[in-house]
C-alpha cells in the first residue's frame, strides 16, 4: 500500500499490475426507535431511545440529540437513551445523528413531541348561592 492509500496488485507471471480501490466506508445510519410519550404536558418527562447501525460493522461511539434548528447538541452520550422534561409548552423537534468509529456521521432523525400547557382547577373554591326572601 501506498502512502496515499493506493493498493496494487502485482502479477508478474501474468505481467500486469492492477490498482485497487481502497475500501470505502459508509455513513452510519441513525434510528429513533421509540419516543414516548409524543404528547405530553409541560414538566411531564418524555424518553427517547435511538439505534445506530453501520455498515462496516463499527459500532456507533456517540448518539447526539437535537432541539429545534439548533446546529448544536443539547446532548451527547454513548449511550442512546435520552430522558428529559422541563420543555415548556409547545412542539418541538427532536433529532438524533450517530458517530462512529471512523469518526463518520449519519444524517438527522427528527421525531416531533408536542407539550401541552397545564391547566389547573382549583379544588378549593366554592360557590355561593344566597336566596334572600321577602
Known amino acids: 500500500m501506498l502512502p496515499d492509500g493506493r493498493v496494487y496488485l502485482v502479477e508478474p507471471t501474468l505481467g500486469r499490475v492492477q490498482l485497487l480501490r481502497p475500501l470505502s466506508y459508509t455513513r452510519p445510519i441513525a434510528t429513533i426507535v ?14 427517547l431511545l435511538g439505534r445506530g447501525a453501520d455498515s462496516n460493522s463499527q459500532a456507533a461511539v456517540s448518539y447526539a440529540w437535537y432541539l429545534g434548528d439548533s446546529a448544536q447538541p443539547f446532548a451527547v452520550s454513548a449511550d442512546a437513551t435520552l430522558a428529559t422534561s422541563g420543555l415548556a409548552p409547545g412542539d418541538y423537534t427532536i433529532s438524533l445523528r ?8 449519519s ?4 421525531v416531533t413531541i408536542s407539550v401541552a ?17 321577602g
Open 34 to 47: 421509540a419516543a414516548s410519550p409524543r404528547v405530553v404536558t409541560a414538566g411531564q418527562a418524555v424518553s
Open 98 to 105: 450517530v458517530r462512529d468509529g471512523q469518526n463518520e456521521v
Open 107 to 110: 444524517e438527522l432523525r427528527t
Open 117 to 133: 400547557q397545564v391547566v389547573t382547577t382549583d379544588p378549593q373554591s366554592w360557590t355561593f348561592l344566597l336566596y334572600l326572601a
